[in-house]
T-cell receptor, first 113, second 114 residues
Framework: GESVGLHLPTLSVQEGDNSIINCAYS??????FIWYKQESGKGPQFIID?????DKRQGQRVTVLLNKTVKHLSLQIAATQPGDSAVYFCAENQGGSQGNLIFGKGTKLSVKP | DTEVTQTPKHLVMGMTNKKSLKCEQH?????MYWYKQKAKKPPELMFVYSYEKLSINESVPSRFSPECPNSSLLNLHLHALQPEDSALYLC?????????????FGPGTRLTVL
């Protein structure tokens, strides 16, 4: 796998490797976080979410880690496949009753066969 | 039905035209959203409708006018747009407007203003 710095716009990995995509969020009051995958020409697709009372959540081939101390979120994709190539956005709900989602800048993941 | 649909898929309009974007969901969601997304940028929230009432307007110019005729439909009326308004317009819905509600996105309408 390849660890990337914050806000790196692109990440290239070999098929079968693990991918790690990082995100820094801005508001310590944010209590809900979502990772979205957006393929070219499509709308964002939900991957996984996590609430602020959790540190880790696992899905199928994906894991989200939340570090509230440093306001950092990461998405780990196991055994990355060509179909995982897309732009990945983290989004934070900054609290309140309206459900505002604030999106991060996004990371473009390219998977090399 | 677990999807959000948007029409049209593509739209080209002149600066004097009036057009509308449409969004529909049949998941029983009570919150619906409009986002604007420029190329290589994240989606930016424009409007939030909660129980068919406009609850958030993120300082969007009045040339964009949202409408929620019923709990399943959301429209965005466009008038006197500028070329810089060209973007992908995304509609989303969630169960409710509150906390921890996953938003489901439609495929978007690609708008070009000439």
């Amino acid at each position: 796998g390849e660890s990337v710095g914050l806000h790196l716009p692109t990440l290239s990995v070999q098929e079968g490797d693990n991918s790690i995509i990082n995100c820094a969020y801005s508001n310590s009051a944010s209590d809900y976080f979502i990772w979205y995958k957006q393929e070219s020409g499509k709308g964002p697709q939900f991957i996984i979410d996590i609430r602020s009372n959790m540190d880790k959540r696992q899905g199928q081939r994906v894991t989200v880690l939340l570090n509230k101390t440093v306001k950092h979120l990461s998405l780990q994709i196991a055994a990355t496949q060509p179909g995982d190539s897309a732009v990945y956005f983290c989004a934070e709900n900054q609290g309140g009753s309206q459900g505002n989602l604030i999106f991060g800048k996004g990371t473009k993941l390219s998977v090399k066969p | 039905d677990t999807e959000v649909t948007q029409t049209p898929k593509h739209l080209v309009m002149g600066m004097t035209n009036k057009k509308s974007l449409k969004c529909e969901q049949h998941m029983g969601h009570r919150a619906m959203y409009w986002y604007k997304q420029k190329a290589k940028k994240p989606p930016e929230l424009m409007f939030v409708y909660s129980y068919e009432k406009l609850s958030i307007n993120e300082s969007v110019p009045s040339r964009f006018s949202p409408e929620c005729p019923n709990s399943s439909l959301l429209n965005l009326h466009l008038h006197a747009l500028q070329p810089e308004d060209s973007a992908l317009y995304l509609c989303a819905s969630s169960q409710g407007p509150g906390l921890n509600n996953e938003q489901f996105f439609g495929p978007g309408t690609r708008l070009t203003v000439l």
